[in-house]
Nanobody, 129 residues
């Protein structure tokens, strides 16, 4: 089992920045945090859950097209934590942001929410115009 807790959301003006954190804990089903792929997804009202970014166990990072160049995901295995640095925010970035974890997710499936086994409760990000 893996428990995920997001933090860092809030209200920010257009062009501003936020840094989200996701702290993991648990038994990791007999494995370790470092063995997991971690992802960030977001969901705006009335819209489907959207892939934002992921980092695999080997440290390779992937970002969704809508956030490339503005958002950066990172992981700190020593702290069992992943981060999402969000810059140049726009109202279109307003959503609940979720952290997710999974193992053995193939590259082509990183953006598929159903491939992740564990989810946090989400943190609200609101960008005002």
């Amino acid at each position: 089992q893996v428990q995920l807790v997001e933090s860092g959301g809030g209200l920010v003006q257009t062009g501003g920045s936020l840094r989200l954190s996701c702290a993991a804990s648990g038994s990791y089903s007999g494995s370790t945090f470092s063995a997991y792929t971690l992802g960030w997804f977001r969901q705006a009202p009335g819209k489907e859950r959207e892939f934002v970014a992921a980092v695999r166990a080997n440290g390779h990072l992937y970002h969704g097209d809508s956030v490339k160049g503005r958002f950066t995901m990172s992981r700190d295995n020593a702290k069992n934590t992943v981060y999402l640095q969000m810059n140049s925010l726009t109202p279109q970035d307003t959503a609940v942001y979720y952290c997710a974890a999974g193992r053995r997710i193939i590259l082509s499936a990183l953006s598929t929410a159903s491939q992740y086994d564990y989810w946090g409760q989400g943190t609200q990000v609101t960008v005002s115009s």
